[in-house]
């Protein structure tokens, strides 16, 4: 199969499960928030509210589409455009697994490994700066327009820890393809401990992971670095005279940001889709162990449920589970699906820290973040790359 | 290919510079160079330049761009208006412009033969190794020297910019 | 249809014209235009395309020091950009205006 057909074919798999994962976390956001805050979420809408994601697309696609009267028309049209543009693209230089051969196809679980892979993210993610300060000054609101500055301005100062924090794992790996940097974290240290850049030696990157999911959150726009598009501080900052597709637009925009965020973290920091131990010790067996013990446990509490519905859901859903850690087992399966699971776990963590600090913290104050972002974050990125890079230089 | 992608982009960029000078909103000719920039990554790219196609678009269409678009905002520019003396410079100095690229083409195509074309891949040397190897050994003292402009340029821009406090 | 007598590749006279014609378009609007910002973006225009000129002519001698050079033009332009924007700010808030034929007062 030639190159151009295998990609196009590659490129429409990926697109497909990006959106059907961005439009579930956000369920998975409003389950976990509800449980946080002792309530319960969506329920209405299909089995557990697991409909809910289409009830929200038809709404916001049926949604009456208005166009202010006073708006720049060409600059509130293109700025969700920019946004969503910039937000999906990053996706296509991020590995999901290593090189896997589907009958006489070999191909690499990724859709193109740049030599430059870690410099086009950073480069698409300060373009994704345009959609937002675009979306504010096309309005023409006040509020628009200083939650876009103030938004843009947070994104711009957090780049700069953001850089110097990925440039410190970059010294000890030396290379800046995707591929590469995670080749370079495999195997264990003693046997046992797996070589990623957080445990690896001459400076294990503990400060540099911290530093860069922190930069993440702000260059996201997450909570507590949500002030300038929060509800209840300037009636919604730069998207407020957005509605139905335009509005969803930014919102996609902000979880495939997340997304991207959470992949590059895993594969600078955790070690991509390496495993957490050898193959020797069983590390073959652990999802299935894990989808195994999660199908016994819905088909338990099954067996007598709490609510009526659950009499039906819960059994479904254990099967899914017993499949689906079945299937782990099949040698040729395992061998694409094992890294897969490695990395969808890692980023699933990364994701679900997220939205457990969304409803655990409180925001920040405006003049708080930038303090924070130049005062406190922006030495201590210095420093890490300075003792990392002597580090290196000495050994 | 490769002359199909580079006439795409190449009238892109002439397209966006065009945009650029004859738009009368600021906003949409800061937006226009963006567009310049862009396709000129691409084509730094074509050339074998994948680090100064990357560091286009992190510093120039990132950072720079992004600092004129705020200052754009901040200080509310509206359209600009054209007077007669413009228009008779406009006159004048076109033609002239239009000699000026036609002098140059023609030295261009007379100095370099039509052969030497531009392959994508053949110029393997713009990697980001290679271009630390030379900037480290042979340019040293250019990159600190930029160090101390960087920060020259940091300290001038704040001090220019900040509020008196009275 | 006829195929049209596109070559397979662009020779490198076609980038240098286009650096050529991206940097009149430069000039043009550093003469033409009277917002200050305006002006200032069509220096960022002609810093550009001599980028693309030592790019193109780093190919031709197959060394990189053109890729090193356009990184230094770079740097510089971004120093350049940061003064000279805070300028700007400074003149607007003393003139509250943009146009450079207002500001005018140490002429005759």
Same mark, same amino acid.
């Given at each position: 199969?030639?190159? %151009?057909? %295998?990609?196009? @074919?590659?490129?429409?798999?990926?697109?497909?499960?990006?959106?059907?994962?961005?439009?579930?976390?956000?369920?998975?956001?409003?389950?976990?928030?509800?449980?946080?805050?002792?309530?319960?979420?969506?329920?209405?809408?299909?089995?557990?509210? =697991?409909?809910?994601?289409?009830?929200?697309?038809?709404?916001?696609?049926?949604?009456?589409?208005?166009?202010?009267?006073?708006?720049?028309?060409?600059?509130?049209?293109?700025?969700?455009?920019?946004?969503?543009?910039?937000?999906?693209?990053?996706?296509?230089?991020?590995?999901?697994?290593?090189? @896997? *051969?589907?009958?006489?196809?070999?191909?690499?679980?990724?859709?193109?490994?740049?030599? @430059?892979?870690? =410099?086009?993210?950073?480069?698409? *993610?300060?373009?994704?700066?345009?959609?937002?300060?675009?979306?504010?000054?096309? *309005?023409?609101?006040?509020?628009?327009?200083?939650?876009?500055?103030?938004?843009?301005?947070?994104?711009?100062?957090?780049? =700069?820890?953001?850089?110097?924090?990925?440039?410190?794992?970059?010294?000890?790996?030396?290379?800046?393809?995707?591929?590469?940097?995670?080749?370079?974290?495999?195997?264990?240290?003693?046997?046992?401990?797996?070589?990623?850049?957080?445990?690896?030696?001459?400076?294990?990157?503990?400060?540099?992971?911290?530093?860069?999911?922190?930069?993440?959150?702000?260059?996201?726009?997450?909570?507590?670095?949500?002030?300038?598009?929060?509800?209840?501080?300037?009636?919604?900052?730069?998207?407020?005279?957005?509605?139905?597709? $335009?509005?969803?637009?930014?919102?996609?925009?902000?979880?495939?940001?997340?997304?991207?965020?959470?992949?590059?973290?895993?594969?600078?920091?955790?070690?991509?889709?390496?495993?957490?131990?050898?193959?020797?010790?069983?590390? $073959?067996?652990?999802?299935?162990?894990?989808?195994?013990?999660?199908?016994?446990?819905?088909?338990?509490?099954?067996?007598?449920?709490?609510?009526?519905?659950?009499?039906?859901?819960?059994?479904?859903?254990?099967?899914?589970?017993?499949?689906?850690?079945?299937?782990?087992?099949?040698?040729?399966?395992?061998?694409?699906?094992?890294?897969?699971?490695?990395?969808?776990?890692?980023?699933?963590?990364?994701?679900?820290?997220?939205?457990?600090?969304?409803?655990?913290?409180?925001?920040?104050?405006?003049?708080? %973040?930038?303090?924070?972002?130049?005062?406190?974050?922006?030495?201590?990125?210095?420093?890490?790359?300075?003792?990392?890079?002597?580090?290196?230089?000495?050994? | 290919?490769? !002359?199909?992608?580079?006439?795409l982009f190449a009238a892109i960029a002439v397209v966006c510079a065009i945009n650029l000078v004859l738009q009368s909103h600021p906003i949409s000719s800061a937006l226009s160079l963006v567009g310049?920039?862009?396709?000129?990554?691409?084509?730094?790219?074509?050339?074998?330049?994948?680090?100064?196609?990357?560091?286009?678009?992190?510093?120039? !269409?990132? !950072?720079?761009?992004?600092?004129?678009?705020?200052?754009?905002?901040?200080?509310?520019?509206?359209?600009?208006?054209?007077?007669?003396?413009?228009?008779?410079?406009?006159?004048?100095?076109?033609?002239?412009?239009?000699?000026?690229?036609?002098?140059?083409?023609?030295?261009?195509?007379?100095?370099?033969?039509?052969?030497?074309?531009?392959?994508?891949?053949?110029?393997?040397?713009?990697?980001p190794e290679d271009i630390g190897k030379n900037l480290f050994v042979n340019y040293l003292l250019p990159f600190e020297v930029t160090s101390v402009l960087i920060l020259v340029a940091i300290v001038?821009?704040?001090?220019? !910019?900040?509020?008196?406090?009275? | 249809?006829?195929?049209?007598?596109?070559?397979?590749?662009?020779?490198?006279?076609?980038?240098?014209? #286009?650096?050529?014609?991206?940097?009149? #378009?430069?000039?043009?609007?550093?003469?033409?235009?009277?917002?200050?910002?305006?002006?200032?973006?069509?220096?960022?225009?002609?810093?550009?395309?001599?980028?693309?000129?030592?790019?193109?002519?780093?190919?031709?001698?197959?060394?990189?020091?053109?890729?090193?050079?356009?990184?230094?033009?770079?740097?510089?332009?971004?120093?350049?950009?940061?003064?000279? #924007?805070?300028?700007? #700010?400074?003149?607007?808030?003393?003139?509250?205006?943009?146009?450079?034929?207002?500001?005018?007062?140490?002429?005759?």
């Open positions: 199969m030639n190159f %151009l057909v %295998l990609s196009l @074919i590659k490129a429409a798999l990926v697109a497909f499960v990006l959106m059907t994962t961005l439009a579930y976390l956000q369920w998975i956001e409003r389950k976990v928030i509800a449980h946080i805050q002792l309530r319960v979420g969506p329920r209405r809408v299909g089995p557990h509210g =697991l409909l809910q994601p289409l009830a929200d697309v038809i709404k916001l696609l049926t949604k009456e589409d208005m166009l202010p009267s006073h708006v720049n028309k060409v600059f509130y049209f293109i700025a969700p455009f920019i946004a969503v543009f910039f937000a999906l693209i990053a996706i296509s230089v991020i590995p999901f697994g290593g090189d @896997i *051969s589907i009958g006489p196809i070999k191909t690499a679980m990724q859709l193109t490994d740049l030599n @430059i892979g870690v =410099l086009f993210i950073l480069g698409l *993610s300060g373009m994704g700066v345009y959609g937002v300060a675009l979306a504010g000054w096309a *309005s023409n609101n006040k509020y628009a327009l200083l939650g876009g500055l103030r938004s843009s301005a947070q994104m711009i100062s957090y780049e =700069l820890p953001m850089a110097m924090a990925i440039a410190a794992p970059l010294l000890m790996l030396n290379t800046l393809s995707f591929r590469q940097l995670v080749d370079a974290q495999g195997g264990f240290y003693f046997g046992i401990i797996p070589r990623w850049t957080i445990f690896q030696g001459p400076f294990p990157q503990v400060v540099s992971f911290l530093l860069f999911v922190i930069a993440a959150f702000a260059e996201t726009n997450r909570v507590p670095f949500d002030l300038p598009e929060a509800e209840n501080e300037l009636v919604a900052g730069f998207h407020t005279e957005y509605s139905s597709m $335009k509005f969803a637009a930014f919102f996609m925009a902000e979880y495939a940001n997340m997304v991207t965020v959470s992949c590059v973290a895993t594969l600078l920091f955790l070690g991509g889709w390496q495993p957490l131990f050898p193959a020797e010790y069983g590390s $073959k067996f652990i999802p299935t162990l894990i989808f195994f013990f999660g199908g016994a446990i819905c088909l338990y509490h099954g067996a007598n449920p709490v609510r009526a519905f659950d009499r039906i859901t819960l059994p479904v859903a254990g099967v899914v589970f017993l499949g689906i850690g079945a299937a782990f087992l099949i040698p040729i399966v395992a061998t694409i699906l094992l890294p897969l699971f490695w990395f969808s776990a890692k980023v699933g963590v990364i994701l679900f820290l997220y939205i457990w600090i969304r409803g655990t913290l409180p925001r920040f104050r405006y003049d708080q %973040l930038m303090n924070f972002a130049w005062t406190f974050m922006f030495p201590v990125a210095i420093a890490n790359l300075f003792i990392t890079g002597l580090l290196v230089a000495l050994t | 290919m490769d !002359a199909i992608l580079f006439l310049v920039m862009g396709s000129l990554a691409v084509l730094y790219l074509l050339l074998g330049g994948e680090f100064i196609a990357m560091a286009q678009l992190i510093v120039y !269409a990132g !950072a720079i761009m992004v600092l004129f678009i705020f200052v754009i905002m901040l200080l509310n520019a509206g359209t600009e208006l054209k007077t007669k003396r413009h228009l008779w410079g406009m006159y004048a100095g076109v033609p002239l412009l239009l000699a000026l690229v036609g002098v140059v083409g023609y030295i261009v195509h007379d100095v370099l033969p039509a052969s030497g074309a531009v392959v994508f891949g053949s110029f393997q040397h713009g990697n001038g821009a704040i001090v220019l !910019a900040r509020k008196e406090v009275d | 249809m006829p195929p049209l007598p596109i070559p397979e590749a662009a020779p490198l006279s076609w980038y240098l014209i #286009l650096s050529a014609i991206l940097f009149v #378009l430069g000039v043009a609007g550093f003469l033409f235009r009277r917002n200050i910002i305006t002006v200032f973006m069509s220096i960022e225009l002609m810093l550009n395309a001599v980028n693309l000129s030592f790019v193109s002519f780093s190919y031709k001698l197959k060394q990189n020091d053109g890729h090193i050079f356009s990184f230094f033009v770079m740097v510089v332009a971004a120093a350049e950009a940061a003064v000279g #924007l805070a300028i700007i #700010l400074t003149v607007f808030k003393n003139r509250q205006t943009l146009e450079i034929d207002e500001v005018s007062s140490l002429k005759n």
